[in-house]
């Protein structure tokens, strides 16, 4: 079976749709594009070129082409504030549903998102792309063999030089008031490490700024600590206004302390380091190259082009996909926790708060 899917977005991270993600999935049945929609005409007929769909199959309203087209499924890569509706509308017509993340531009939102999908027996997936690179893909898959044991700490470090208006991307970031680093960038990091540590997270401090010389309206640096249920630690450093750029995205440092090995992920590198107690000391240090290099797993999807195959699969019977909507929401409960922690300076509760956007969703 394929899956045909209506996209709603094609411009900006949409065009990528239009260009990277669908065609490959598209090239081998695993979905057909029946319709594009956006309400803007040259980002639509961009989609329309990439896409290689004729002018008939092309809409400025989403409404217009679910009522046209058969369609299993609605793609969304529209943003979060207009989410809703357009789940309304799926639910509406019995459609399956895969969005971009975040799910929606608030908790509560998103819990009522996942609500309505859930009481109408629909599938909802989230592209948490990061999480499904190849070099943190083949992390977590040494970190889930068993080989070096349980996990005690995690450490991730984002840092790079884009003080200057313009030069992290996309433009408009530099004019978000509200944390655009904690909801642009670090939603997808908190994400991974949490998957990583293979538990939810229990608590969570921050602390959030922005140095005077940067041109960020918002706070482009933020230091993280999650507490896992499961008692694993984890630290993370973002930083958008550092002189040099030692580990920009996609190039994260990652490290795993396991009982048995330190496992780094760093510049797309993977290695490991195993523990040997005839080397205990507390002088010296090891360099990145010093470790073991693993050889990153092999495949010919990856990021969002590996999760519309995975959503494929969903709709067509097989196993949830990893980021279905429901897991999505420990991910945004924790991006908002670490808010609410840096604006108080208070640690929170991410379980507590996740139940109380739940019970609102409900009475909504």
């Known amino acids: 079976m394929t899956v045909r899917i209506v996209l709603v977005g094609t411009g900006n991270q949409g065009e990528a749709w239009c260009r990277d993600f669908l065609p490959p999935n598209e090239a081998d049945d695993a979905v057909e594009v029946v319709a594009a929609v956006d ?37 969304l890569v529209v943003p979060p504030h207009v989410r809703e509706s357009l789940v309304d509308l799926a639910v509406e017509h019995d459609l399956d549903v895969l969005c971009e993340k975040p799910l929606a531009d608030s908790l509560e939102t998103a819990a009522r998102i996942v609500r309505r999908v859930e009481d109408a027996g629909l599938k909802m997936g989230v592209t948490m792309t990061q999480r499904y690179r190849d070099d943190v893909t083949s992390l977590r898959r040494q970190v889930r063999s068993g080989e070096y044991g349980d996990v005690d700490t995690i450490y991730s470090r984002y840092a ?32 991974l490490l949490a998957d990583l540590a293979g538990d939810r997270v229990d608590r969570v401090f921050c602390n959030a700024w922005n140095p005077p010389y940067s041109e960020f309206a918002g706070d482009p640096n933020a230091h993280v600590h999650l507490v896992m249920a499961n008692g694993t630690s984890v630290s993370y450093e973002a930083s958008n206004t550092s ?20 496992l780094l992920l760093d510049g797309h590198e993977l290695r490991a380091f195993p523990y040997d107690a005839a080397d205990e000391d507390f002088l010296g240090n090891a360099r990145v190259e010093d470790g073991e290099l693993l050889a990153l797993a092999e495949g010919e999807k990856w990021g969002n082009t590996w999760l519309v195959e995975r959503f494929a699969e969903w709709c067509e019977g097989g196993g949830p996909m990893e980021t279905n909507a429901r897991d999505n929401l420990q991910s945004m409960a924790t991006v908002f926790a670490a808010i609410e922690s840096d604006e108080t300076g208070k640690a929170v509760d991410v379980q507590a708060m996740l139940a109380d956007a739940e019970a609102i969703a409900a009475d909504s």
Request: hydrophobic share 40%; proline share 2%; with cysteine.
């Open 243 to 262: 002189a040099a750029t030692f580990n920009g995205w996609g190039d994260e440092h990652v490290r795993v302390d396991c009982a048995e090995a330190t």
């Open 39 to 75: 309400a803007d005409q040259d980002a639509l007929e961009r989609g329309r070129e990439l896409l290689g769909l004729s002018s008939d199959r092309c809409y400025t309203d989403a409404e217009a082409a679910v009522e046209a087209r058969d369609a299993d499924a609605l793609a």
């Open 160 to 191: 790079v030089n884009a003080r200057s208006y313009g030069t992290w991307k996309p433009e408009r970031l530099y004019d978000v008031a509200n944390h655009p680093m904690l909801v642009e960038g670090a939603i997808h990091h908190l994400d």
